[in-house]
């Protein structure tokens, strides 16, 4: 594995990203960002949902628990907009609940992942030679893992109640390597800058170095990485429920919800739609956003596009 | 050639070793493979309990166990790698990992393969009418639907492509896509003709609902790589030299747009394994990933263990392959 | 989507006849015309090709080997006993059974014309051999046999065999009630299985080695012996079994040439495969209620029915506040029974009875109502609320308090499946109307929880079948391994031995009714119901019908199985 190429990241080697034009900077990939139409949407309804899943509980009567009041299997009507279940949850309360763990367990690994994974990276890349060589293979460990079946390993092992945060520090462990391959290769391109010379002659310490000018200069793989990330751990997560190795009821995940209502499509399709398509919505965003933040944040590629 | 490979399947070894140690320690620290029995009603007998810890080699310290894993030096001759064995089974004092693995490794290759091969064709297809057709509604209807199958769990597209298939029946008033099974009884004494019906009919389901994960992000990747190429000096260079159009695409676009593609192809194969141990229980194939769910269930740490060290090697294997093909694909060399 | 698959459906009609014959043909390999190929479900993987060993056997197993193991009679769908007298010469006699006056003997005669697949007939041998290796190692038949049904092979001191007949003495001052049980479908093993395909591998089942090591060839050899209507003529235990008839079968000739048992681990399937012709039908494990209203609606046959295994909440009365036996019938008094079945089960499987009897089903004859006069699992919240009251509990705003202390929480358990995890939602639900708190810990591994007593309410199901006389003593007596809330009542132990060790059934329910009685006071263990299971058959097929007693499920009757006219 020591000579796999790595893919073709994108990546700003640009002088130009460095020192005072930070600002215009900021401004132009803001205004590329906000030409990216679909981009654009998907924020807007992902920010959205967001708020619907962490402020929404507060507003709505049901949270996702059973109450005795809540007749069973009703389908969408006023009282119950989406409906009800066999024990008698409202499915609203549900899915915003569902739809609030998912994103917890999403946004943690995301925020796990890019951290270990740039550090990781930016230190590989900066320290090079024989270091760079051990740390890559450590990489390469993660890498040759199939993460769902290595997640569900430890999960499944792990006994009695899974909840949120187990579920996201499980895959968190196991999914930073992709952005650490992604920030060696920036860094290894920006380490023989002047301005890295320059800081280093300055008598710079490497992890200053490695936090104060290496990584603010991949920002730009670093950030569309990460939030690549976070639709890969919402997929993940529902894999691991449909193999009921994932948050365990009472709680509720969309994944869960996914799983559990797999028969119902044409029955109680209330059960089966709304939680599938918020899921596929959100990582349908999430990829548009992904997409848009590509745009903006290189350059280069844009041009090539343009 | 042989030389560069020998040296690279080499390379490997301390990879694989580094990542089974690393599975190792995790599994053994997260589960108890006797718990079952320890907790069963009646509670079995201490020497029962015994007996297990010794067959298991759960009596020894965790190091001592793993040198053992590696090399069976000092077990009863049912464990070390290097011998082949690879180390006793919690399901039964009879249940053969290695047997049983590779019984079901032909099973899972099968999709697998028929996986891989359907996404990157049609992920080099989608890619280049992508690239090449850039902006016009052929591109954002690919696009959209790249996007599309990244954002859908495998197993619920799996549950739609199966009522589609059944619907696809009634409508045409014969059977022809199965929704359970890998079809290798029905194959049985049939003529060429059969067989060939009878994988298609076994095989199209899912083959479409792994392949698409990977067919999404491998067409993006390949409409990316094309447009660079596109816009790149050499292909102008070859365009103002007035070749055909269609010769610069075949032979020296698509040829260098390839090469990340193969790279990026080589590591998602370890996505494709995940995926595959989701669609074989949603099309009941008894492939790796039932032997992976039961292994999980009832705390069978060999197997895990092997399991794990098998998906290891295929990745790495599909990482060699990648390499030699980017020294076939890449221009440099073979430019004319 | 439903609307649109019935369209379909209606304009495929002209064509049906074409497709059952390539729901035929889907069916297996080599086909020739117009033969009856039969494709059945059996909803998991059988871990072993023997039905006896506590590890292999399971009703998974036993489905795979119907009608390829021989029984001496079985339970049938309406809860009747009958002998197979096409195994048997005649019914078994019982010739004494009175321990006082002699040792408890009994004797089975084989028919003249049963023969093994090979030719070889079968004999009081074949019995001997099964009860040696269904007794537990120390009894000192078989070294390394792991029974799963070890309580009445036990019991054993002696065997003599002349021929086809078999008589079993059983050990001083023991008596079996259940006699008739040791070789018939519910017995550990599902049947008998041969004694001469030891000899003939080497083996002498008399040296406790080797029977050992015949007893794991049976769990580890694909059979190709039968003893049935059907023979296994091809399969692994991974993905299905092929049968074929029995050429060698002195009975009523089998109507099908093939049937494939499949295995399916996954009841979402269940639904687009029979619609496809995959399938022509199963007995789910499981109760679902979505694949029950879907097959509805595809037009088969669909029975739901209560199954064997009934579902019921247990106190750990170890607890410090569930030590209280006034708290203990309170929760059961606040724990809505009727409402926990109706939302589980009510839509697909509207007429649902509540269990009343731990140990006896409505429909036997020994069956007394224990629970509604006791007012426990009623639901009936001012009733709790006044035994707690009684009893110096005080409500402090939603918490119930005792002497200013919160009462709880409680650890509120059970496995992973959807009804009892909707159940358990439920009594959650319920109990917080008392001020009692409680918190949802789902496992996957029951019997360590039990085992450990790492509970204080639990739901779980015990396995029930006509068979009744050990129950109260492995559920409640206070040694037992199984009364896992550690209940301990001296009228409970009594009545419990005593059910177990009756010389006859009559008097063997007269006390078992009596133990339940002595129990439903403790607000130990509140039956709920028998989880209903479902049933669905193509109508392609004739004769059958799923069978709720038997472990063979609808496939108790698999050499009747016919295709319709």
């Given at each position: 594995m020591s000579e796999t190429k790595v893919p073709p990241a994108p990546r700003s080697t640009d002088a130009e990203s460095v020192g005072g034009a930070e600002r215009t900077q900021l401004q132009m990939i803001l205004s590329r960002f906000v030409r990216h139409r679909a981009a654009m949407v998907s924020l807007v309804v992902l920010v959205l949902i967001v708020l619907g899943a962490f402020l929404g509980p507060f507003l709505w009567r049901w949270d996702h628990l059973v109450h005795l009041e809540i007749p069973a299997s009703v389908p969408p009507g006023p009282e119950h907009p989406l409906g009800t279940t066999t024990a008698g949850h409202d499915v609203l309360g549900q899915l915003m609940r569902g739809a609030q763990q998912t994103l917890k367990v999403a946004f943690t690994v995301s925020i796990m992942g890019t951290v270990v994974g740039s550090?990781?990276?930016?230190?590989?890349?900066?320290?090079?030679?024989?270091?760079?060589?051990?740390?890559?293979?450590?990489?390469?460990?993660?890498?040759?893992?199939?993460?769902?079946?290595m997640?569900?390993?430890?999960?499944?092992?792990?006994?009695?109640?899974?909840?949120?945060?187990?579920?996201?520090?499980?895959?968190?462990?196991?999914?930073?390597?992709?952005?650490?391959?992604?920030?060696?290769?920036?860094?290894?391109?920006?380490?023989?800058?002047?301005?890295?010379?320059?800081?280093?002659?300055?008598?710079?310490?490497?992890?200053?170095?490695?936090?104060?000018?290496?990584?603010?200069?991949?920002?730009?793989?670093?950030?569309?990485?990460?939030?690549?990330?976070?639709?890969?751990?919402?997929?993940?997560?529902?894999?691991?429920?449909?193999?009921?190795?994932?948050?365990?009821?009472?709680?509720?995940?969309?994944?869960?919800m996914i799983g559990d209502a797999r028969t119902a499509a044409s029955t109680r399709p209330w059960l089966f739609y709304p939680p599938g398509v918020l899921l596929l919505v959100v990582c349908l965003t999430i990829n548009f956003i992904g997409d848009g933040l590509r745009d903006a944040l290189d350059p280069r590629q844009t041009m090539v596009r343009r | 050639?042989?030389?560069?490979?020998?040296?690279?399947?080499?390379?490997?070894?301390?990879?694989?070793?580094?990542?089974?140690?690393?599975?190792?320690?995790l599994i053994d620290v997260s589960g108890d493979p006797l718990a079952d029995l320890r907790m069963q009603q009646p509670p079995p007998d201490p020497s029962v309990i015994q007996l297990q810890e010794e067959r298991l080699y759960l009596d020894r310290s965790m190091p001592e166990r793993y040198w053992l894993w590696i090399t069976g030096?000092?077990?009863?001759?049912?464990?070390?790698?290097?011998?082949?064995?690879?180390?006793?089974?919690?399901?039964?004092?009879?249940?053969?990992?290695?047997?049983?693995?590779?019984?079901?490794?032909?099973?899972?290759?099968?999709?697998?393969?028929?996986?891989?091969?359907?996404?990157?064709?049609?992920?080099?297809?989608?890619?280049?009418?992508?690239?090449?057709?850039?902006?016009?509604?052929?591109?954002?209807?690919?696009?959209?639907?790249?996007?599309?199958?990244?954002?859908?769990?495998?197993?619920?597209?799996?549950?739609?492509?199966?009522?589609?298939?059944?619907?696809?029946?009634?409508?045409?008033?014969?059977?022809?896509?199965?929704?359970?099974?890998?079809?290798?009884?029905?194959?049985?004494?049939?003529?060429?003709?059969?067989?060939?019906?009878?994988?298609?009919?076994?095989?199209?389901?899912?083959?479409?609902?792994?392949?698409?994960?990977?067919?999404?992000?491998?067409?993006?990747?390949?409409?990316?790589?094309?447009?660079?190429?596109?816009?790149?000096?050499?292909?102008?260079?070859?365009?103002?030299?007035?070749?055909?159009?269609?010769?610069?695409i075949r032979r020296h676009a698509l040829r260098t747009a390839l090469i990340p593609l193969t790279t990026v192809a080589a590591v998602g194969i370890a996505g494709i394994i995940d995926g595959a141990i989701l669609t074989e229980r949603v099309f009941q194939w008894r492939g790796l990933g039932e032997f992976f769910i039961a292994a999980v269930e009832k705390n069978d740490s060999y197997a895990l263990m092997a399991w794990l060290l098998l998906s290891g090697v295929l990745v790495i294997l599909a990482n060699l392959i990648a390499d030699l093909l980017y020294g076939v694909l890449d221009p440099r060399i073979r430019y004319e | 989507m439903h609307k649109r698959r019935k369209t379909l459906a209606l304009a495929a009609?002209?064509?049906?006849?074409?497709?059952?014959?390539?729901?035929?043909?889907?069916?297996?390999?080599?086909?020739?015309?117009?033969?009856?190929?039969?494709?059945?479900?059996?909803?998991?993987?059988?871990?072993?090709?023997g039905s006896i060993s506590a590890a292999g056997g399971s009703?998974?197993?036993?489905?795979?080997?119907?009608?390829?193991?021989?029984?001496?009679?079985?339970?049938?769908?309406?809860?009747?006993?009958?002998?197979?007298?096409?195994?048997?010469?005649?019914?078994?006699?019982?010739?004494?059974?009175?321990?006082?006056?002699?040792?408890?003997?009994?004797?089975?005669?084989?028919?003249?014309?049963?023969?093994?697949?090979?030719?070889?007939?079968?004999?009081?041998?074949?019995?001997?051999v099964t009860m040696m290796m269904s007794a537990s190692p120390t009894e000192g038949y078989c070294t390394t046999c792991d029974s799963r049904g070890t309580t009445g092979p036990d019991m054993v001191e002696e065997v003599e065999v002349d021929g086809k007949t078999a008589t079993f003495?059983?050990?001083?001052?023991?008596?079996?009630?259940?006699?008739?049980?040791?070789?018939?479908?519910?017995?550990?093993?599902?049947?008998?299985?041969?004694?001469?395909?030891?000899?003939?591998?080497?083996?002498?089942?008399?040296?406790?080695?080797?029977?050992?090591?015949?007893?794991?060839?049976?769990?580890?050899?694909?059979?190709?012996?039968?003893?049935?209507?059907?023979?296994?003529?091809?399969?692994?235990?991974?993905?299905?079994?092929?049968?074929?008839?029995?050429?060698?079968?002195?009975?009523?000739?089998?109507?099908?040439?093939?049937?494939?048992?499949?295995?399916?681990?996954?009841?979402?399937?269940?639904?687009?495969?029979?619609?496809?012709?995959?399938?022509?039908?199963?007995?789910?494990?499981?109760?679902?209620?979505?694949?029950?209203?879907?097959?509805?609606?595809?037009?088969?046959?669909?029975?739901?029915?209560?199954?064997?295994?009934?579902?019921?909440?247990?106190?750990?009365?170890?607890?410090?506040?569930?030590?209280?036996?006034?708290?203990?019938?309170?929760?059961?008094?606040?724990?809505?029974?009727?409402?926990?079945?109706?939302?589980?089960?009510?839509?697909?499987?509207?007429?649902?009875?509540?269990?009343?009897?731990?140990?006896?089903?409505?429909?036997?004859?020994?069956?007394?109502?224990?629970?509604?006069?006791?007012?426990?699992?009623?639901?009936?919240?001012?009733?709790?609320?006044?035994?707690?009251?009684?009893?110096?509990?005080?409500?402090?705003?939603?918490?119930?308090?005792?002497?200013?202390?919160?009462?709880?929480?409680?650890?509120?358990?059970?496995?992973?499946?959807?009804?009892?995890?909707?159940?358990?939602?439920?009594?959650?639900?319920?109990?917080?109307e008392i001020g009692i708190e409680t918190t949802i810990e789902m496992t996957d591994d029951l019997g360590g929880m039990l085992g450990g007593t790492e509970y204080d309410i639990v739901q779980f199901g015990w396995s029930g079948t006509p068979y009744f006389t050990s129950s109260p003593q492995q559920f409640w007596h206070s040694e037992s391994e199984s009364n896992f809330g550690g209940l301990e009542n001296d009228e409970v132990d009594e009545h419990a031995i005593a059910a177990g060790t009756a010389p006859s059934l009559d008097e063997a329910a007269e006390h078992a009714n009596a133990a339940v009685a002595a129990v439903v006071p403790e607000a130990y263990s509140l039956p709920i119901m028998a989880e209903p299971n479902y049933f669905f058959v193509s109508d392609r097929l004739a004769n059958v019908e799923d069978n709720l007693q038997s472990s063979y499920r609808a496939t108790y009757n698999i050499g009747e199985w016919d295709i319709a006219e």
């Open positions: 550090l990781w990276g930016a230190a590989s890349g900066y320290y090079g030679g024989r270091v760079d060589a051990l740390m890559m293979r450590v990489v390469d460990v993660f890498m040759i893992v199939p993460l769902l079946v997640v569900a390993a430890i999960a499944g092992n792990v006994r009695g109640g899974t909840t949120w945060y187990a579920v996201a520090l499980i895959i968190g462990f196991f999914a930073w390597a992709q952005i650490a391959r992604v920030v060696r290769g920036v860094v290894l391109s920006l380490r023989e800058q002047e301005f890295v010379e320059a800081a280093k002659a300055a008598g710079a310490s490497p992890s200053w170095i490695i936090v104060r000018h290496l990584l603010p200069n991949a920002a730009g793989p670093i950030i569309v990485a990460a939030t690549l990330l976070i639709a890969v751990a919402i997929l993940l997560e529902a894999g691991m429920s449909f193999l009921q190795f994932g948050i365990q009821p009472p709680d509720i995940s969309l994944g869960q | 050639m042989l030389v560069y490979t020998v040296r690279r399947v080499l390379g490997a070894i301390p990879i694989l070793l580094l990542a089974s140690v690393l599975t190792f320690v030096i000092g077990g009863n001759g049912d464990i070390g790698l290097l011998q082949g064995k690879f180390g006793p089974s919690t399901q039964s004092a009879t249940y053969d990992i290695g047997e049983n693995l590779f019984l079901r490794l032909g099973t899972t290759l099968r999709l697998v393969g028929a996986a891989m091969v359907f996404a990157l064709g049609l992920a080099v297809l989608a890619g280049v009418v992508s690239a090449m057709r850039q902006y016009s509604k052929l591109d954002y209807t690919l696009t959209f639907i790249g996007f599309l199958a990244l954002a859908m769990p495998v197993f619920w597209f799996a549950g739609i492509m199966q009522q589609a298939g059944v619907g696809f029946n009634e409508l045409v008033g014969s059977q022809v896509f199965a929704t359970i099974g890998d079809g290798t009884y029905q194959a049985q004494g049939q003529d060429l003709w059969g067989r060939i019906t009878n994988a298609f009919a076994y095989m199209t389901l899912p083959t479409i609902v792994l392949m698409l994960t990977s067919f999404a992000s491998w067409s993006r990747y390949q409409r990316t790589s094309m447009l660079e190429v596109l816009n790149s000096d050499y292909v102008r260079l070859a365009r103002a030299k007035g070749l055909p159009n269609r010769v610069v | 009609a002209g064509t049906s006849a074409l497709m059952a014959l390539t729901a035929c043909s889907g069916g297996g390999g080599g086909d020739g015309e117009g033969e009856k190929v039969v494709t059945w479900v059996i909803n998991s993987l059988p871990a072993a090709w009703v998974y197993t036993v489905q795979m080997l119907s009608g390829v193991l021989p029984y001496t009679g079985q339970w049938q769908p309406d809860a009747t006993y009958e002998y197979d007298l096409n195994v048997l010469a005649e019914e078994p006699t019982l010739i004494n059974e009175d321990p006082e006056a002699g040792p408890f003997e009994f004797s089975f005669t084989l028919h003249e014309d049963a023969v093994w697949s090979d030719g070889t007939p079968m004999t009081g041998e074949d019995l001997r003495r059983l050990k001083e001052g023991l008596a079996n009630p259940e006699w008739m049980a040791m070789f018939d479908a519910h017995s550990a093993g599902g049947g008998f299985y041969p004694a001469h395909l030891a000899e003939e591998n080497g083996w002498d089942v008399d040296d406790p080695d080797q029977l050992g090591e015949y007893y794991t060839w049976l769990h580890e050899t694909r059979p190709e012996w039968s003893g049935g209507p059907y023979q296994i003529v091809d399969g692994d235990l991974e993905n299905q079994v092929v049968k074929e008839p029995n050429p060698e079968w002195w009975g009523e000739t089998p109507k099908l040439d093939r049937v494939i048992m499949s295995y399916n681990t996954d009841e979402g399937t269940f639904v687009n495969a029979f619609q496809n012709g995959e399938i022509d039908g199963a007995n789910p494990a499981q109760y679902s209620e979505d694949v029950i209203t879907q097959i509805e609606g595809i037009g088969a046959t669909l029975t739901v029915g209560e199954g064997n295994i009934w579902e019921h909440i247990d106190i750990n009365t170890k607890n410090e506040f569930l030590s209280d036996v006034e708290l203990r019938r309170a929760i059961f008094t606040a724990i809505d029974r009727d409402q926990i079945a109706s939302r589980n089960f009510g839509a697909g499987y509207p007429d649902y009875e509540l269990k009343n009897n731990h140990i006896f089903s409505s429909d036997s004859e020994y069956y007394e109502d224990h629970i509604t006069d006791s007012g426990q699992g009623s639901g009936d919240i001012e009733a709790a609320t006044e035994i707690l009251e009684e009893a110096g509990y005080e409500l402090d705003g939603d918490t119930l308090t005792l002497d200013g202390e919160q009462v709880g929480p409680f650890r509120l358990r059970s496995t992973d499946t959807v009804v009892r995890s909707n159940s358990l939602q439920l009594i959650q639900a319920q109990l917080a």
